[in-house]
Structure formats: C-alpha cells, structure tokens
C-alpha cells in the first residue's frame, strides 16, 4: 500500500493563479478530508468527504473547492490564489468518520503564494 | 456542534520527567471516541494513543497513558520518562460513533524535551 499520497510537495503560486493540489489513497478509506496547518493555528479542516460523491464544508472552506468522484481520490482546487492562502495542506483518510479508526495522513504539500 | 480544545499552545519538560498535556471537548453525544496525534518535526502525524466513550478504563501504550473523564469531557495525554524524540506537536481528536460527520481536532500542543 502506497498509503495517502499528496502531489506537488512543494508549490509556488502567484496571486490570481489556480491549481489543484493531489489526494489519493489505496486503502479503500471513505472518509477523506483537508486541512492546512498554520503556525498557531494548528490544523484547521478546509472541506471533508464521507464517501465518493459527498462533500461538505470544513472550518475554512472559501477559496477551496473539492469533489469526490472516486473513493480514491479527492483533489482540492485553488480558485484564484491569494497570499492568505499560504500555508501547508495535509490530506487524510481513514475506513469511515465512525468509530475507532485511525487517520492516516499524506506528508502534506508547502505552497507559497506570491 | 461538538468543538475539542487544547488550552496549552507550548509546554516543556525535563528529559525522564513526565509531562501531561490536557484536552477538553463539548459535545452531546454519549457515544464517541478521542484520540491523540503526534506530529513531528518530519510533519509525518501518528497515532499515538485511542480511547473508545463506553470504555471506563483508561487506554495506554508503553509510556503514553490517558486520563479520560467523560462527565467533565476531559481527555489528557500523560507521557512517561519523556524522551528527546517525544518533542513534537500533539493534537487532540474526536469522532461521533454513529454519524457520518467530520472529524474534530484540536489546535495543538507544541512540547519541548529538555536535556
């Protein structure tokens, strides 16, 4: 198993840009979700999926969007990027949000937005 | 909506001491389960240690134990004869038994081994 895997580990972005940022995992897990980590923000959940085809809004969803259209995957999209937006992104899954399962996070993506 | 709550941004602690790291939740429900995550310097998050609501009995893992009181929804992290490579981030988690929800974590607990 591969695990959670997240690409680009590193980007840069000028303001105004979009990208996507990569999710994937190979172990079958319903729930997937994002967060970003700022320094003394600890984590803070942008959008979650409990299974391909639900979404929903996290803590700070604006200027993010997801979906789900497989079980693997679950991109995250910069709309138009923003300073703000600076920060490093963790994507994590697990079998469901039910119960006693374990979180198994990706090694996180840096951007920089310019 | 349930919320989790670190109230110690940083704490630190003489090597071979030990050290507890609190967390404290809100919620309604009465079946759920509480977690701690350790993230170090590598960024890499690991489970450190789980406690099912139901259970009365405190979990623990070698040196890393749990005093979970469920009526005053406290849930605090001991580590044992701390080690230099216990220095990390530790976060506080919590998930509702029976719905299909997100996936609450605290803001974090940065803890410093002393030499």
């Known amino acids: 198993n591969a695990g959670v895997t997240q690409t680009p580990k590193f980007q840069v972005l000028k303001t105004g840009q979009s990208m996507t940022l990569q999710c994937a995992q190979d172990m079958n897990h319903e729930y997937m979700s994002w967060y970003r980590q700022d320094p003394g923000m600890g984590l803070r959940l942008i959008h979650y999926?409990?299974?391909?085809?639900?979404?929903d809004q996290g803590e700070v969803p604006n200027g993010y969007n997801v979906s789900r259209s497989t079980t693997e995957d679950f991109p995250l999209r910069l709309l138009s990027a923003a300073p703000s937006q600076t920060s490093v992104y963790f994507c994590a899954s697990s079998y469901t949000s039910r119960g006693n399962y374990e979180q198994y996070f990706g090694p996180g993506t840096r951007l920089t937005v310019t | 909506a349930q919320t989790v709550t670190q109230s110690q941004p940083e704490m630190s602690v003489q090597e071979a001491e030990t050290v507890t790291l609190s967390c404290t939740y809100d919620t309604s429900e009465s079946d759920y389960y509480l977690f701690w995550y350790k993230q170090p310097p590598s960024r890499q998050m690991i489970l450190v240690i789980r406690q099912e609501a139901y259970k009365q009995q405190n979990a623990t893992e070698n040196r890393f134990s749990v005093n979970f009181q469920k009526a005053a929804k406290s849930f605090s992290l001991k580590i044992s004869d701390s080690q230099l490579g216990d220095a990390a981030m530790y976060f506080c988690a919590f998930s509702d038994a029976n719905r299909d929800d997100k996936i609450i974590f605290g803001k974090g607990t940065r803890l410093h081994i002393l030499p």
């Open positions: 999926s409990v299974g391909a085809g639900i979404t």
